[in-house]
């Protein structure tokens, strides 16, 4: 039986990674100037006429962005992410990445980062 897009999000959500879960933990319950920005969420796009879903690590709906946090598999899959984050950005979004690392190591700095990306953007 095929897998419903809302439970892969959920088991995604029970298994984050370090970085994943030290971002959500800086970023939940509006800490960011106030922007609400969700874990694990389905973009829904169409290709050759059949609805698709990625999966962002993080959203945020006012700002339209994705963020993504890459870690070491990122390295393999550079031109799948190049894509995905081109399609992505032809639905309207803008996308925003950090590395595990700079997550686990200088969150301050990420936070910046993001902070201005958010008001740039809105």
Not at 10 to 26: G, P, S
Not at 27 to 52: A, C, H, M, S, T
Not at 103 to 121: E, G, M, P, Q, T
Request: with cysteine.
């Amino acid at each position: 039986m095929k897998e419903d897009i809302r439970d892969v999000c959920r088991r995604f959500r029970k298994n984050q990674t370090k970085a994943e879960k030290a971002f959500w933990k800086v970023v939940r319950n509006r800490q960011v100037d106030g922007y609400k920005i969700l874990r694990q969420y389905p973009i829904r796009f169409e290709w050759n006429d059949q609805i698709r879903f990625f999966i962002a690590d993080f959203y945020c709906h006012e700002a339209k962005m994705v963020i993504e946090i890459d870690g070491g598999i990122n390295e393999s899959q550079k031109e799948y992410d190049k894509l995905r984050e081109h399609i992505i950005e032809s639905l309207g979004f803008h996308v925003i990445r950090f590395l595990n690392n700079d997550v686990l190591n200088y969150i301050d700095n990420v936070l910046v980062r993001l902070k201005d990306a958010l008001s740039n953007n809105n």
